[in-house]
């Protein structure tokens, strides 16, 4: 299987950040959603990508996701059936020969997954003087897969100007308005918990680079590594992948 290199983002869920497409061979990491349906003993029993996913890598990695076991969603403390999101975190290494072999480097599990949504605005003026900025937005989240704006906001946001640290509120503000607005149209898979959909808060990060490329720009403000939608409704616990991870897999 030939696979192309694709575009590299920075974020997890999936990132944000403008990156340019590098044609030279190399090693290259790339972060997909999948939508998964879990059954009570924690088995996968269907794996949907989300997503635009060229059809090989899509075969490998649905194949991938439904290998992932779960410690099943409870309701009440009973183990039920659920619908979470997943994400793999896959590395593609070039053979030398023109081919790259696909290898699964780690999966966590309900992190944010997108049905729908768009870039966000980089400000001009912003953008103009060298600025950039790392975003952290807590987002509440409907059942319906709509953003709850009224109970969502900015918890942190890191600002740059020429790669060093700024404090310039003007510009800051310029960058939150910009996330908040981008988020407000976005539509997010939904997790579900004996059929019922659930409203959930989650941590999306989103960085913005004053350079064609996000490479090497310092202010990713990635949300922590066991970041999770949490379940407005207490009674409720989502679907989470057990350790260890399935076997790296690989495409040649």
Not at 159 to 179: I, N
């Amino acid at each position: 299987m030939k696979l192309r290199p694709l575009s590299c983002f920075l974020l997890m869920l999936p990132p944000l950040a403008a990156a340019a497409r590098e044609e030279a061979p190399r090693s290259k990491v790339e972060y997909y959603s999948a939508h998964v349906s879990v059954d009570a003993s924690g088995r996968v029993t269907d794996a949907e990508m989300l997503g635009e996913v060229p059809r090989p890598i899509r075969v490998l990695l649905s194949d991938t996701a439904r290998k992932v076991e779960f410690e099943p969603a409870r309701k009440g403390g009973v183990a039920v059936p659920s619908r979470t999101s997943l994400t793999l975190k896959m590395r593609f290494e070039p053979d030398g020969n023109g081919d790259y072999l696909a290898r699964l480097e780690g999966i966590s599990g309900g992190s944010a997954a997108f049905d729908k949504r768009r870039r966000v605005p980089f400000p001009g003026i912003a953008a103009g003087a060298g600025y950039g900025a790392g975003v952290l937005a807590l987002l509440s989240i409907q059942a319906d897969g709509k953003v709850d704006m009224a109970n969502s906001r900015i918890e942190r946001v890191a600002l740059a100007q020429h790669g060093k640290p700024s404090d310039d509120a003007a510009r800051r503000a310029s960058f939150e308005k910009a996330v908040l607005r981008a988020v407000a149209k976005w539509t997010f898979a939904v997790e579900e918990v004996d059929g019922q959909p659930l409203a959930t808060r989650v941590l999306v990060p989103v960085t913005f680079c004053p350079q064609a490329s996000c490479e090497g720009w310092p202010l990713d403000v990635s949300a922590p590594a066991d970041a999770r939608p949490a379940p407005q409704d207490a009674d409720v616990q989502l679907a989470k992948p057990r350790e260890p991870a399935p076997a790296a897999a690989q495409a040649p």
